[in-house]
């Protein structure tokens, strides 16, 4: 069964530094990787969607990669910003059906 | 504004009594799925649907049912609520297809007592 973990759980940084947010997955052979972000209050909101075939996807200063063979993928966010406090969900997409299957999560605070 | 509309967003309630949990989308979206939140845990699915008229158990059904009469909704029904019903509850629509995003509600906020 498909289990997806992501460490740490809580990641406290001051602003402008880069970071790196790490999601880790059982089962290999999955469709996609999705990164969400969840803010208080509100619902989730999909952030990056790498398909089996990818090894990356940027949008602005996000960048997150996907390395199947090894079940990893990591977000990287560049020049970290307060607005970027949240908490961030990875998901996988199995081969066979196309459900997603959730990390717990890692909650970013930047300090300004 | 192309939005997936939750009500109500907070409710206390208590043990037994019938609840509905309202989830409306507006982008024609074929697929529509709950999930719950607990800490620790992330989201776990309860029910979803791929189309009008055709439901599916997600990974924690039980004390849960679902009904997708009309393509844009897909309430969620609570029978005979308990306390371990408690959490925050997200509605979600996308397209289908494995490589369609999803959108989500903002959530509800259950506590049973």
């Known amino acids: 069964k498909q289990e997806v973990t992501q460490i740490p759980a809580a990641l406290s940084v001051p602003e402008g530094e880069n970071l790196v947010l790490n999601c880790s997955f059982t089962d290999s052979a999955i469709y996609n990787l999705q990164w969400f972000r969840q803010d208080p209050g509100k619902g989730l909101t999909s952030l990056l969607l790498i398909q089996s075939s990818q090894r990356e996807q940027t949008s602005g200063r996000l960048n997150a990669s996907l390395d199947k063979s090894s079940g990893r993928s990591t977000l990287y966010i560049a020049a970290s910003q307060p607005g970027d406090s949240a908490t961030y969900l990875c998901?996988?997409?199995?081969?066979?059906?196309?459900?997603?299957?959730w990390g717990a999560g890692t909650k970013l605070i930047i300090k300004p | 504004e192309a939005q997936v509309t939750q009500n109500p967003r907070y409710l206390i309630t208590v043990t037994g009594k019938k609840l509905t949990v309202t989830c409306s989308q507006n982008m024609n979206h074929e697929y529509m799925s709950w999930y719950r939140q607990d800490p620790g845990l992330g989201l776990r699915q309860i029910y979803y649907?791929?189309?009008?008229?055709?439901?599916d158990k997600g990974d924690v059904p039980e004390g849960y049912k679902v009904s997708r009469k009309e393509k844009r909704n897909f309430p969620l029904i609570l029978e005979s609520p308990s306390p371990n019903q408690t959490s925050l509850y997200f509605c979600a629509s996308r397209k289908n297809g494995g490589n369609q995003p999803q959108h989500f509600g903002d959530g509800t906020r259950l506590s049973i007592l």
């Open positions: 649907s791929m189309n009008v008229e055709v439901t």
């Open positions: 998901a996988v997409i199995g081969d066979s059906n196309y459900q997603l299957i």
